[in-house]
Each structure stands twice: as structure tokens, then as C-alpha cells.
């Protein structure tokens, strides 16, 4: 079998078996080729030693119509990071974009599935880590726009991590208009996929600033570092070969920087997402370490007037009480508040306080059904609040 023979073969099968699954016709009524899924691996895994063209081999399946399945997400770090049959590229400073006109991402009954199961099975073995890898094994599906995901009740630990696994469950397939919540997962992860010497491809086929390491894992909600003031720096969290040595070192969470100027953590949340909340009230919750005895809170826009002045709000301080241990804090935001990217090209930022740096692992928007609230909070619980449980902050 010759790769000329492979590809001709690939792209006349799949666009037959999609025309035939969806009628051979023009009535949308009776298509079904959302059912059909390219099992494969995505870029650049491939069966053989052939041309680049093999790479993107994924990519071809879903343009031509078909779902896509990946089977190893429990490697939350390694090779799933520029994706194309996904819609997901690594852009100049690490970060994983998505293509929102990406086909599968526009019909959302196309299936994109993995298998989150081989946690101390299949010759892995997370231990002690079992928990972290279950949680960051299905951000990573989330991130990626899972909407099916096969466990196995036992080696899944279903019963063990019910809530988090309902709250998975929930999420699956859901759009920036349908989502619950948005959310980022701070921290800096290495891909050793793309190390000299680890199955990499070719150097010059792909880099970025801090090569390796991949930034966040984000749905709906993006973190960014914004000059003068808004330069992160890496969390003092660090995590090695939890799995697999393929799976790599990572620096959970992100910290302000201080000592260089920089008060602040900036965020934007997704536009069809801030359209969806329309009728409802926001919560943001974020997830800290906490250390030393530093006030912080959370800062955006609200409009004052009917002609639509926008002002700098603050919600209440949270107070730290170096305990070393993960909290998170839930600040319910005033009715007026505006996410409209007009806080230094941001909708909200996180300040330190002036005084010491803060350290932050995830931060989640939430619509809370109901009348809005009326005054802004910042009630403390210690490591869980509401669907999820993050204890990416334990070392």
C-alpha cells in the first residue's frame, strides 16, 4: 500500500459514505452522517511512514463531514495540542485557539468523543495523582469540545468523583449559548510532543514563544496577559509525569506579578457566551492558593446613566489567611456590570490588592438562574464550590 493509493482511497470513501448517509440528496430531513466517525489519531500521529499529507489524514474526515474520536486525553498534556481536525491550533504565545467556524463546531450534532478510563489501567499509573488526572483528563475533553466521552464505571471512578462526573456529564456538547459556565484553567504545561527527539514533528513546522509549554486550558473564557500591568507569571504548583513521563511537567496556576509591576490577572469572556446571560444573574468563582494576608477582588465595568457611562466597580475584597491550603472565593456581580473588552481590551480582571502577588488556578462565570443580585459578594469556602471540585492547588 503506497501513500498515493491510501489518500485517493481515503478522500472518494468518506465523501461517498457522508452523500450516502445523508440521501444522496438535497433534504437536510434525512441526513445522518453526524453519525459517521474517523477514529484516527489527529496530527500528526499517522499509521505509516509517509509524506506529510498523512498528518492531517483527521482533518480530511471531518471536512468532508464525518464526527472524530481520540482515545488518549488521559495524556492531558502530550500531542493534543494543535489539532486541526478539532479546530484547535497553539497560536504565537501558546495558547490553544479554536476555530468557531470549524465544520464540527458549527453542527453540533457531529460527534467528537475520547475515552477517559486508562488512569491506573493500561499500563498507566497515577496513584496518589488519581484525582488531579481524572479532573484534568476531562478539562482537557471540555477544552477540546468533547461531546462524547466513554468511561468504564470502575476504572473511571464514577462513583468515587460523582459530582465532578455529573458536572462533565452537563457540559458535554454544550455551546457558548447553551453553557452553564465558562472557564480557564491557569497554568503552563509542557507538550514534549513538540521536544527535538519525542515523535516532534519537523522544528519549522510549528513554533511559539516558550515552546514547549502550552498555556491554560480554557473554555469560554480566556486569560491573557495585557501590558503594562497585566504580565502573569507561573504558579509555584508543580506537577511531574503524572500518568506517564509522556505526560510532563506543568506549573499549576498563575500569579500576578508585582515586583514588576504587573497588579493584575485579565479575562475575557467568550461574546455568544455574554449573550446567553441575558435574564440571568453572574457569579465569578475563583480558585486560589492561599498564602500571606493580602486583600484581592475582582474589578469591571457597570454603567451608571441611561446613556450608557461605564464605570470601574469593584466587588468586595477577599482577605487571605495563609493557610497554604486551595479556596475559592464566589463574587456575585452587580446587575449592571458590562463585559464589553473595554478594561484595557478585557471584560474583567482579578488585582492583587497592591500589596503581594495573588496565586489563581481556575476561574469560572456562571449563570445563576433567578433575579440578579443587587450587591456584589465574596464569600470564601475552602477547595469546593458548587459543580467543581479543583484540586490542581494540593501538591
Not at 2 to 31: C, H, L, R
Request: aromatic letters at 12%; a negative charge; charged letters at 20%.
Amino acid at each position: 500500500l503506497t501513500w498515493p493509493v491510501y489518500y485517493n482511497w481515503t478522500q472518494y470513501s468518506w465523501k461517498e459514505a457522508v452523500s450516502i448517509f445523508n440521501g444522496e440528496n438535497n433534504n437536510p430531513n434525512d441526513d445522518y452522517s453526524y453519525k459517521l466517525i474517523y477514529t484516527g489519531e489527529d496530527y500528526p500521529y499517522g499509521p505509516q511512514d509517509w509524506p506529510q499529507g498523512e498528518w492531517y489524514v483527521a482533518r480530511d474526515a471531518v471536512a468532508a463531514g464525518m464526527g472524530v474520536r481520540t482515545g488518549i486525553t488521559e495524556l492531558f498534556n502530550q500531542h493534543l495540542s494543535e489539532i486541526p481536525a478539532y479546530g484547535i491550533s497553539i497560536d504565537s504565545n501558546g495558547y490553544l485557539v479554536p476555530n468557531k467556524t470549524w465544520p464540527i463546531r458549527t453542527n453540533l450534532n457531529r460527534i467528537m468523543a475520547t475515552e477517559n478510563e486508562c488512569y491506573n489501567q493500561c499500563g498507566f499509573m497515577a496513584g496518589p495523582n488519581t484525582q488531579y488526572a481524572i479532573y484534568m483528563s476531562n478539562l482537557k475533553a471540555l477544552q477540546m469540545g468533547m461531546n462524547w466521552i466513554y468511561v468504564v464505571p470502575t476504572d473511571s471512578y464514577l462513583v468515587e468523583y460523582q459530582d465532578f462526573w455529573n458536572w462533565v456529564r452537563l457540559s458535554l456538547g454544550r455551546s457558548a449559548n447553551s453553557s452553564a459556565d465558562a472557564w480557564a484553567v491557569l497554568r503552563d504545561a509542557q507538550d514534549l510532543f513538540w521536544t527535538p527527539g519525542n515523535q516532534s514533528p519537523p522544528n519549522n513546522m510549528k513554533k511559539w514563544n516558550g515552546m514547549p509549554y502550552i498555556k491554560n486550558l480554557e473554555r469560554y473564557l480566556t486569560q491573557r496577559d495585557v501590558k503594562p500591568d497585566g504580565i502573569s507569571a507561573r504558579g509555584s504548583v508543580v506537577k511531574t509525569d503524572v500518568i506517564d513521563p509522556a505526560n510532563g511537567m506543568s506549573y499549576e496556576g498563575r500569579r500576578t506579578n508585582r515586583s514588576a509591576g504587573s497588579n493584575y490577572l485579565y479575562f475575557d469572556v467568550d461574546e455568544q457566551f455574554i449573550g446567553s446571560i441575558v435574564g440571568y444573574g453572574v457569579e465569578i468563582k475563583v480558585t486560589y492558593l492561599d498564602i500571606g494576608r493580602n486583600s484581592w477582588n475582582i474589578q469591571y465595568n457597570t454603567v451608571i446613566d441611561l446613556k450608557g457611562t461605564l464605570t470601574l466597580a469593584g466587588t468586595n475584597f477577599v482577605t487571605n489567611t495563609n493557610s497554604g491550603k486551595s479556596k475559592t472565593a464566589t463574587f456575585a456581580l452587580h446587575p449592571n456590570a458590562m463585559f464589553n473588552n473595554k478594561l484595557n481590551g478585557m471584560d474583567f480582571r482579578i488585582y492583587n490588592g497592591g500589596k503581594a502577588d495573588i496565586e489563581v488556578s481556575f476561574v469560572r462565570v456562571v449563570k445563576e438562574l433567578g433575579t440578579a443580585p443587587t450587591s456584589d459578594g465574596g464569600k470564601v469556602t475552602a477547595g469546593v464550590v458548587g459543580l467543581l471540585a479543583l484540586l490542581i492547588m494540593v501538591a
